[in-house]
């Protein structure tokens, strides 16, 4: 099978010099095949030691497990403790940051401040915080507490969730039972209630996930959120995307994980004239070059401009370039792999997180008391490790692309702005009113080996653009579309139809671009979907309807880990018809299937779309967002 469509990804794949024994994310896949069809159905359990028990889906052998669990039991628990997993993996992004939002305001974090005061009292008084006449920092010690709240026992609605969401969104949630009122609270209840012997019917179990999925949402955007606060809101920045932003002549460290909490200060850091100094005295004549990778990559590349060189899935392969001196991670989406691959070429692989070690990688613990300190050191790191690095080894792609990133739901709000001053919205609204935007279409989620990668998200965005349908993107889905070039003016002339090309071209010149907006606008990490759920719901409350009535519609069509399964389950939760491109573990249960593509639309309004081809899967949401317009009587 193909790799991947990322022509940087399969040059270096192709020309590498690590050596025949290097082993990718690739090469692994097909060395599982056949994969357990039990597994891929969701009919395997292992949550007992009487265990592992399987499921006959043809109905020769087993129909229960030794339990009596049946195969609508397992399939449920397995969806349910995924989504707990992907809440637990948000819940501790986020907890970190209102720990060093405490420390900063406390004096412990000197490297912290809040640099965009204008979110902090945007989101304080959302959450019903007093702003009249108190400082920054009394409105943001209360804010933390609250924040705080979210994650124990709070005993009411969470408000990061009630006060970002529509009244009809909070009413379904109520009359369901799924509102949680503990983001850690409701991932415990799901590995309670799925563990030996709790829950056994099906349908309660997946009620449990769904309620688990709105505390990850809550989770997100307290992160995002937070992240602004502390680092500043993302506004338009230009930058590049792929391989090609690596440079030989540059000490490259690339910086990859998901919190900004050590990247954006890295990011910061790699600026001073002492460093970049001693970059050049080991011999890099270009200094020092930080790059991104994953979601990392998006943050620093939101708010700094950072290169973006790539996408989760192709990691191993920034270090196959043989020029990355350094790859510092955080957590989540890091290969283990990429510290056997670091063994063939000179990288160092760097850990930072005490939750998040590696056997071949240097641990420098990351402390956010010191992180000034800390990043130097790191950095440092990097410079040393150039030294040693073995020009015979070198293999650069030279594909890169010209990205615009940077659009926050502010920013969206800032550019409408200059075409309404007084009613920002508006532009928006009537352009959908009129056609111009038959639709919004949120991609999100991640690549996988099972699709070449990129090849679903390329596919899809061409038809939906042709078709007028407005593009945002957050995770590697926004990777994706800033390595192949949809996030510039260019790609709006090419790609987008002619409705939607005139109101990107109209905006983008009242905003004194002077040309299109890109068709593709890049929200952020995949932390950063409630971005587009802030949108969504402002559009929502302009019109008078619930968000379920909007043609807008979401897609994972490369999904991989269970963060997407959570963010996939509030996508639905909220309104949203969402596309799966990959099928997940659910299909050996009919009745579990069936409540997620089906049952569930009349309770919420959103419900699962699995389609692994990428072009029935755009008719089919071209399908959904018409019957939408025409529910709100839009032709
Ligand atoms: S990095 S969760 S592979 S989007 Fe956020 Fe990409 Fe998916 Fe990780």
Redesign the pocket.
Known sequence: MTQSTDRAVTEVLNNHKGGSQIQTVWDRYEAQQPQCGFGELGLCCRHCMQGPCRIDPFGEGPDRGICGATADTIVARGLARAIAGGTASHSGHALHLVHTLKKALTGQAPDYAIKDKDKLKAVAARCGIEIKDRSSKKIALELVELALAEFGDKGEPLTWAASTVTAGRIEACDKLGIVPTSIDGSIAEVMHRTTYGVDADPINILLGGLKCAVADYTACHLATDLSDIIFGTPQPVISKANLGVLREEAVNIALHG?NPLLSDIIAQVASDPALITEAKKAGASEGLNVVGI??TGNEILMRHGIPLAT??ISQEVAIMTGVLDAMVVDY??IMPAVATIAECFHTKVITTMPIAKMPGAEHIPFDEENAVKCATAIIRQGIERFRSRNPDKICIPHESSTAIAGFSAEAIIGALSKVDADDPLKPLIDNIVAGNIRGICLFA??NTVKVPQDYNYVEMVKRLLAENVLIMAT??ASSAYARHGFMTSEATTKYAGEGLAAVLTAIGEAAGLEAPLPPVLHIG??VDNPRAVDIATAIANKLGVDISKLPVVASAPEA??E??VAIGTWAVVGGLPTHLGVIPPVLGSKLVAETLTSTVKDLVGGYFVIEPDPNKAVKALLAIIDERRAGLGLS
């Open positions: 998901h994953c979601c996408s989760s989540q989406c989620g991640c995770g590697c990490s995949c991989t880990t963060k997407a």
